[in-house]
């Protein structure tokens, strides 16, 4: 029997490609499946997922709000910072305050970064720019300030940027110690549960996989470590692959429902979110 192609949206970054290192190169039992793997930034993915275009993909919590009649998020695979997160960075330091003065250049309204800092500034003047692209475009003067996400998180100060605020701080003193949530994954609600449990097992399967063959999974998520050394690339995916990846425990879901809740009750979330996770 011919195997049944799905695909997988995500983003083509060393945290995700080191997530999906064992699906990708079949170090895994696929038990009748086959990934197509779609490497696109998270915005065009929370975009595509919108159009119900993708089988299964990465997106940000925030776009979750926008595709939950049609998407239940996986229990694997989820992005979350335990104290640190996306950062606004600038050239020279402001107060704070100033901020929403600032022209701030965002990896797309659909991110959750993008929900969090409206959450914790309240409206700003922004320009959506390429995730990749921020460093540059602040470096360069063409926007005051940049809200970096990926790698970005490591690599601001090679071009002389400075930090002004970060979400993942600011998220965990605002809620107590919750993680911040950032990414999930989605899967198409019309598989229905026995598919669906199916294929997050194999999700599953990968990311443990790569924590268990750490240094091949690097090797191989060190294709996508933009301007980025093995040993950094090494920290950051120790960042966003970790226990909270592999299920989000009690912890990881009440973040998300928690970030979710506010967004809409700061009416940046256009309606009331059940956040679904689907059974293993």
């Not at 921020?134 to 400075?162: F, M, P």
Request: proline share 5%; hydrophobic share 40%; net charge negative.
């Amino acid at each position: 029997m011919n195997p049944e192609t799905l695909t997988l949206g995500h983003s083509p970054d060393p945290d995700d490609a080191f997530m999906f290192y064992a699906l990708a190169t079949d170090k895994i039992d696929t038990g009748g499946f086959q990934f197509e793997h779609i490497l696109q930034d998270i915005e065009t993915l929370n975009r595509r997922a919108m159009g119900e275009e993708l089988d299964i993909t990465a997106v940000s919590i925030h776009a979750y709000a926008y595709i939950q009649d049609r998407y239940i998020l996986l229990p694997h695979g989820a992005s979350m910072g335990e104290g640190y997160g996306p950062m606004v960075v600038a050239r020279e330091g402001c107060p704070l305050e100033e901020l929403p003065s600032k022209l701030i250049a965002i990896p797309g309204t659909m991110t959750t970064a993008f929900l969090g800092l409206k959450l914790a500034i309240g409206n700003f003047k922004f320009r959506v720019v390429p995730f990749d692209r921020i460093l540059d475009t602040v470096a360069s003067g063409e926007a005051d300030a940049g809200l970096i996400i990926h790698e970005g998180q490591l690599t601001y100060q090679n071009q002389g940027l400075t930090e002004i605020f970060n979400l993942g701080t600011w998220w965990e003193t605002r809620t107590g110690g919750l993680p911040l949530p950032l990414g999930g994954n989605a899967i198409r609600r019309s598989f229905g549960p026995e598919k669906i449990a199916r294929i997050s097992g194999l999700l599953k399967q990968s990311i443990v996989y790569g924590l268990e063959h750490r240094k091949p999974a690097l090797d191989h998520a060190m294709q996508y470590a933009r301007d980025m050394t093995t040993d950094l690339a090494d920290r950051f995916v120790g960042m966003y692959v970790n226990d909270l990846t592999v299920d989000y425990g009690d912890r990881g879901r009440e973040a998300v429902q928690r970030m979710l809740e506010e967004g809409f009750e700061a009416g940046i979330v256009p309606g009331p979110v059940r956040v679904d996770f689907a059974a293993d």
